[in-house]
């Protein structure tokens, strides 16, 4: 991964980063791994995060279905 710093915009270079650490899901794995969890936690926490995506794919499905009506 690789930003470059045009015309001493150091702040700017740094937001570019930031947001493609994000993009790659760097901090959501960091968060992560800060603590232990017992692999019946994680493997609820997985359940879950299945769950909001599935509920988050319908309701986009559902929006796309009355745009194009």
């Not at 740094?14 to 992560?32: D, N, S, V």
């Not at 609820?44 to 769950?51: F, Q, S, T």
Request: overall charge positive.
């Amino acid at each position: 991964m690789e930003v470059k710093v045009v015309n001493n915009q150091v702040e700017k270079s740094m937001r570019e980063l930031k947001r493609l650490l994000i993009r790659e899901g760097l901090f959501k794995e960091l968060k992560k791994r800060r603590y232990y969890a017992k692999p019946s936690v994680r493997t609820k926490l997985k359940r879950e995060d299945a769950e909001k995506t599935r509920h988050k794919d319908r309701k986009r499905a559902a929006a796309r279905a009355r745009v194009i009506i």
